[in-house]
C-alpha cells in the first residue's frame, strides 16, 4: 500500500494485495515447476514425451498458482480496478457505495450501486490479518473522499 497521510486517505495511486499470501504462492510454484521438471529430467527411463508431459504438468500447477496470487484493487483518480483471480473489473468511484470487512469474512465485499456485491480478493485477511484490515479502512477512507454520494449518504 502507498504512503496515507496521517487520519486521511492514501496517495492516489495505490494498489491492495495480499503480499505475504503472494509471495508464498509464487514461491511455491517457482519451486513446484522445478523439483518436478528436475525429476523429469533426472529419470532416465522416460521417453521425451513423457518428460515433456511432467514439464507440461509442472508449468500447469505453476500457473494455477499464478493465477490464484493475482488478484489486487488498484484505485486512481477515476474509480477503482478489481483483479480477482479469473476477472477484472473496473469501477467509478460512484458506483462503490460501501466497501465491508466483517469479521469472519474472507476478503473485502464492495456493495455497489447496481445493487450488488462484488468480492474483491486483493484485500484478505488470511495471513496478515492487520493489514488486511488497515488496507480496508484506506480504500473505505477513499471511497468516502471520492464517491459523489458522500459519507453522509445512507449505506445500504
Known amino acids: 500500500m502507498s504512503d496515507a497521510s496521517p487520519g486521511g486517505p492514501p496517495a492516489l495511486p495505490v494498489t491492495f494485495r495480499p503480499g505475504r499470501t503472494r509471495a508464498v504462492l509464487l514461491t511455491a510454484a517457482v519451486a513446484i515447476f522445478a523439483v518436478i521438471t528436475l525429476v523429469a529430467l533426472l529419470l532416465e527411463q522416460l521417453g521425451p514425451g513423457e518428460k515433456l508431459s511432467f514439464v507440461f504438468t509442472a508449468a500447469l500447477l505453476a500457473g494455477v498458482l499464478y493465477l490464484l496470487a493475482r488478484p489486487k484493487v488498484v484505485a486512481d483518480e477515476t474509480g477503482v480496478t478489481v483483479v480477482n483471480i479469473t476477472s477484472r473489473r473496473r469501477l467509478e468511484w460512484a458506483e462503490i457505495l460501501q466497501v465491508n470487512l466483517r469479521p469472519g469474512d474472507p476478503w473485502v465485499f464492495l456493495d455497489l450501486s ?43
Open 114 to 156: 447496481d445493487g450488488t456485491s462484488l468480492p474483491t480478493l486483493g484485500i484478505q485477511p488470511g495471513i496478515a490479518k492487520q493489514q488486511a484490515i488497515a488496507d480496508a479502512r484506506a480504500l473505505r477512507a477513499l471511497v468516502e473522499a471520492r464517491s459523489t454520494a458522500g459519507p453522509e449518504s445512507p449505506r445500504g
